[in-house]
């Protein structure tokens, strides 16, 4: 089976002039917004939004934030040759499948520490980056809870006890720790041990 290739031109357009894709389901936190203004102003574009000529006119798929960073400048636009429902597909998963990706942490490290940067906001995030940043995102070796090591331990007067082991990078430990306790706090009958 051959694979279609629907991409059918690179086009420079004026980000304003791109209409967000009112599906779009991504949020852009503050934290994200400085890192992406950070390599934006030290490197410049190095990968093009994606788009496609819907009803309404030109509707991107990707790149919504770089394009509200940037909306006065000719933005690098692939145009895909895609429908309505198409383009939802794309939409619906195409951050989920990138990350999806592992990651190898000495790679990364080696990576992160032969970069310097000008930029306040770059080299901010990059030090987010090799410390883990906010929940959910998690670089150095994604952490997830082992479910097939959860324990039930006999129930007591006290209550059922249960053990949840979870495997994750050292520095993330603390983090993830204070997550769990942060999640019990309406329940005051929980505890951590």
């Not at 503050?30 to 992406?36: E, G, K, N, T």
């Not at 080299?123 to 082992?146: H, N, Y």
């Amino acid at each position: 089976m051959a694979i279609k290739d629907r991409i059918k031109e690179l086009r420079r357009v004026k980000a304003s002039d791109i209409i967000p894709n009112p599906k779009n389901w991504r949020t852009h936190p503050p934290a994200q917004q400085q890192a992406i203004a950070g390599i934006l102003a030290e490197v410049g574009y190095a990968d093009a939004l994606i788009a496609y000529e819907g009803s309404q006119g030109l509707t991107l798929i990707d790149g919504h934030l770089r394009a509200e960073t940037t909306p006065d400048d000719e933005v690098p636009v692939l145009i895909l040759d895609v429908n309505d429902e198409e383009a939802d597909k794309i939409l619906a998963t195409l951050d989920p499948v990138s990350v999806m990706a592992g990651a190898d942490e000495f790679l990364l490290e080696g990576l992160i520490d032969s970069i310097t940067s000008e930029d306040s906001r770059l080299s901010s995030f990059l030090t987010q980056i090799r410390d883990g940043l906010e929940p959910g995102f998690e670089p150095l070796g994604a952490w997830d809870p082992d479910l097939d090591q959860f324990e039930r331990i006999d129930p007591t007067d006290s209550g059922i006890e249960a053990r949840i082991i979870v495997r994750c990078p050292q520095a993330s430990a603390k983090k993830i720790t204070d997550l769990i306790e942060q999640a019990i706090l309406d329940h005051p009958e929980a505890s951590i041990d």
